[in-house]
């Protein structure tokens, strides 16, 4: 499956910004994820969710100011992002896990990658 990333720019701290990950394959066969990576920074696990949606992961920092949803009718996974910080700055993928089962937060553990978008968020 081929994924893009898409919805990035620039926004002012405490604004919100909605990315979206087109996939060219049937997605709801895939637990989804969003990495993000900052500058000088190693690719960091975001969040993620399961095949159906039932079941979403985050890491810490993310937990309570970011959403993720997805329409697998549109091959369409979402990460809505709220109260966005300067330490939110990264280049977002997206990315389709290798095997079903857990949720996986290992950037190892998914298959398929997005190009990357591109969030700045300036203080």
């Known amino acids: 499956v081929q994924l893009q990333a898409s919805g990035g720019g620039l926004v002012q701290a405490g604004g919100s910004l909605r990315l979206s990950c087109a996939a060219s394959g049937r997605m709801g066969t895939y637990i989804m994820g969003w990495f993000r990576q900052g500058p000088g920074s190693e690719r960091a696990f975001v969040g993620a969710?399961?095949?159906?949606?039932?079941?979403?992961k985050y890491t810490d920092s993310a937990k309570g100011r970011f959403t993720i949803s997805r329409d697998n009718a549109k091959n369409t996974m979402y990460l809505r992002m709220n109260d966005l910080q300067p330490d939110d700055t990264a280049v977002y993928y997206c990315?389709?896990?290798?095997?079903?089962?857990?949720?996986?937060?290992?950037?190892?553990?998914?298959?398929?990658w997005g190009q990357g978008t591109q969030v700045t968020v300036s203080s």
């Open positions: 969710i399961s095949e159906r949606g039932y079941t979403t």
């Open positions: 990315a389709a896990q290798s095997i079903s089962g857990t949720v996986a937060t290992e950037s190892q553990d998914y298959r398929f």
